[in-house]
């Protein structure tokens, strides 16, 4: 296997852990992923030897994720997925790290979709500033207001989720 072909395939679970974050359907997300990298295998001679694939593969799968969304909105299709059933069963959380890591989870599928791309490839994948802009196709002045209201809206939706929490109904 050639070296091109190698580093993409080093980039498989950085691509599957974006894929989940955004569409929070395993299946959906496999598919994302698979699609990414076929068309990244097809367009191999785009990419520049020397520099990491890691840029191009997330812009391709960026790509492919806005024309998926494009469709959704165009049949006029609920844009919410189907939650698998393990996230469907009600149990008790042994603690509470679990039920904070729902929480955000939940938070940030509430979001809209370019604040949720935007906030995971800075806090999650780990981009600058500079190089999420690039994937995503957006100024960087336009990168740092989504993140910023990103953040302003999960403090909202997470903050809201808390004060519910604590409110207790007692009915005599």
Same mark, same amino acid.
């Given at each position: 296997?050639?070296?091109?072909?190698?580093?993409?395939?080093?980039?498989?679970?950085?691509?599957?852990?974006?894929?989940?974050?955004?569409?929070?359907?395993?299946?959906?997300? *496999?598919? #994302?992923?698979?699609? @990414?990298?076929? &068309?990244?295998?097809?367009? =191999?001679?785009?990419?520049?030897? +020397?520099? $990491?694939?890691?840029?191009?593969?997330?812009?391709?799968?960026?790509?492919?994720?806005?024309?998926?969304?494009?469709?959704?909105?165009?049949?006029?299709?609920?844009?919410?997925?189907?939650?698998?059933?393990?996230?469907?069963?009600?149990?008790?959380?042994?603690?509470?790290?679990?039920?904070?890591?729902?929480?955000?989870? *939940?938070? #940030?599928?509430?979001? @809209?979709?370019? &604040?949720?791309?935007?906030? =995971?490839?800075?806090?999650?994948? +780990?981009? $600058?500033?500079?190089?999420?802009?690039?994937?995503?196709?957006?100024?960087?002045?336009?990168?740092?207001?989504?993140?910023?209201?990103?953040?302003?809206?999960?403090?909202?939706?997470?903050?809201?989720?808390?004060?519910?929490?604590?409110?207790?109904?007692?009915?005599?």
């Amino acid at each position: 296997m050639d070296d091109r072909k190698a580093a993409i395939l080093a980039e498989i679970p950085r691509l599957r852990r974006y894929a989940r974050a955004l569409l929070r359907d395993r299946d959906a997300a *496999d598919d #994302l992923v698979q699609d @990414s990298l076929e &068309r990244a295998l097809v367009r =191999l001679d785009n990419w520049r030897t +020397g520099d $990491s694939p890691r840029r191009w593969l997330f812009t391709i799968m960026h790509h492919l994720f806005v024309d998926q969304m494009r469709k959704v909105k165009r049949r006029g299709e609920a844009s919410m997925l189907q939650i698998e059933a393990s996230e469907a069963m009600s149990l008790p959380a042994h603690q509470a790290e679990d039920v904070a890591s729902r929480e955000i989870l *939940d938070a #940030l599928q509430a979001i @809209s979709p370019d &604040r949720r791309a935007a906030i =995971l490839m800075v806090a999650v994948e +780990g981009f $600058s500033y500079a190089e999420a802009a690039n994937v995503l196709g957006v100024p960087a002045g336009t990168l740092m207001s989504r993140i910023a209201r990103g953040r302003d809206e999960l403090r909202g939706l997470l903050d809201d989720g808390a004060r519910r929490r604590t409110i207790r109904v007692v009915e005599p």
